[in-house]
């Protein structure tokens, strides 16, 4: 999937009066994604979602599709460091810091996570594409470019999640490209201690499920009683 939707959404006022309320009913973790323009933004943002009724935050610091912001804080060791830090400063939650794939060195992202006193990281979003229509001559995307995701990113995102848990000793939420249960455990193997899925959900919206049943059954037929003991437990050749 090549995307160009933006963050675009009520804000945080309307999520915490309308959205929560309702995920509360639903008897799961909630994990809010926040992104800004700013540092200040971010900062903001985080003063109102410690005193929210949620589980942790995730700093979506890795967004390609936001003209100013996000994606330039996340490119970097010590732009990654700063707003983390800021954030942390006022955020007493979990907070997991989200990493972008366009760069040429993960870890180093990561480690501004790290250092800046990150519980954990996630990774990837989405790898910046571009795709043209040869008739009209023109991007298929409004915004010219897009994120890329869904099993094709596949192959990077494991790799990157290699990479990032042999750099850093937070754990690792990987994703990126996961529609079953192997490539699930296919990032464990790598470092990831969770998992999640976004492109999958557009192909099945039972992939979650699905993917559930998927690592029960690796489970089974591997005789792994407890799922943490696989995680980065790929034997390098
Ligand atoms: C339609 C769409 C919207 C997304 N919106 C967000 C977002 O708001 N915040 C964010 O951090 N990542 C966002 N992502 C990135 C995904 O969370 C995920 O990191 C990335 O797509 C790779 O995983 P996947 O291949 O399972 O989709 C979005 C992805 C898609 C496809």
């Not at 870890?107 to 996570?113: C, E």
């Not at 995307?141 to 897009?146: E, K, R, V």
């Not at 990077?156 to 990032?164: G, L």
Request: proline share 5%; with cysteine; hydrophobic share 40%.
């Amino acid at each position: 999937m090549l995307n160009s939707i933006g963050l675009q959404n009520p804000g945080v006022e309307y999520f915490m009066e309308y959205d929560l309320p309702w995920l509360k009913t639903q008897n799961v973790a909630i994990i809010v994604n926040a992104c800004g323009s700013t540092i200040e933004d971010y900062v903001e943002l985080c003063k109102v979602l410690n005193k929210a009724d949620i589980d942790g935050v995730e700093l979506n610091l890795s967004c390609p599709n936001v003209k100013a912001g996000c994606l330039a804080f996340g490119t970097t060791y010590e732009g990654v460091k700063e707003v983390t830090s800021q954030v942390r400063k006022v955020l007493d939650k979990p907070l997991i810091v989200k990493l972008t794939p366009n760069v040429t060195d993960i870890t180093l992202p990561a480690k501004g996570a790290e250092n800046a006193g990150a519980d954990a990281v996630s990774l990837i979003n989405t790898l910046l594409g571009m795709s043209i229509n040869i008739n009209t001559r023109k991007p298929h995307l409004a915004n010219n470019t897009g994120g890329l995701s869904g099993p094709c990113v596949k192959p990077v995102a494991v790799r990157m999640v290699y990479q990032v848990s042999q750099a850093v000793n937070i754990p690792i939420l990987g994703m990126g490209g996961i529609i079953n249960g192997d490539d699930a455990i296919e990032f464990m193997l790598a470092g990831a201690s969770a998992v999640s899925i976004g492109a999958g959900n557009f192909i099945d919206p039972y992939t979650s499920v699905n993917t559930v049943k998927g690592i029960e059954e690796y489970m089974k037929k591997h005789n792994i009683e407890n799922i943490n003991d696989i995680v980065g437990k790929v034997e390098m050749n």
